[in-house]
């Protein structure tokens, strides 16, 4: 199985104290050179920088080189106006047919979405691990609330209501 993910959600599971959850749900993840500076940026919260200076052994970078041939005029325009964490993550999980990419910015999903690349959110995830019984979603929900994660009341609901 092949996964890739944007920067967003592997910052909110290490700021929640939950990174391993990728890599207990879906083995090996991979990340973009681009995503990788990201969560290095001096500018980031330390936990961040911290853990990606010490990654695990679950967490790979891989790069994102290489054409996504013949894309519309409109999806290439798109594409270049994310920023280069998603950018590269898209191109990565196009690339190498990813089973799922997962991201959280809007405008990228409807991007990758439109290339035909399986996507899922921190919330989908935060689903998927409830569902196995690895967490405690009202727990974890809590914990997500208390940073600067943005999710819709209704989102926390859903969640929450499921589970």
């Known amino acids: 199985m092949v996964i890739v993910s944007d920067t967003s959600p592997l ?3 290490i700021l929640i104290g939950d990174t391993d959850l990728l890599g ?6 991979r990340i ?3 995503v990788e500076n990201e969560l290095r940026h001096s500018d ?32 290439a325009e798109a594409l270049r106006s994310l920023d280069r964490g998603e950018r590269e993550a898209i191109r990565l999980a196009k690339r190498t047919d990813a089973d799922l990419l997962v991201i959280d910015e809007r405008d990228g999903r409807k991007i990758a979405e439109s290339l035909g690349v399986p996507i899922t959110g921190l919330i989908g995830v935060l689903d998927v691990a409830a569902t196995e019984g ?3 979603v009202a727990d974890v929900v809590r914990r997500l609330r208390k940073t600067s994660f943005r999710a819709s009341p209704e989102l926390y609901r859903w969640l ?4």
């Open 11 to 13: 910052s909110y599971l």
């Open 24 to 29: 207990t749900l879906y083995g090996t993840v």
């Open 32 to 34: 973009p050179p681009a």
């Open 44 to 75: 980031g919260p330390s936990a961040i920088r911290h853990w990606i200076a010490d990654p695990p052994s679950w967490l790979g970078v891989a790069s994102s080189a290489g054409s996504l041939k013949r894309l519309r005029s409109e999806t």
């Open 134 to 136: 690895i967490i405690d």
């Open 160 to 163: 929450l209501a499921r589970h």
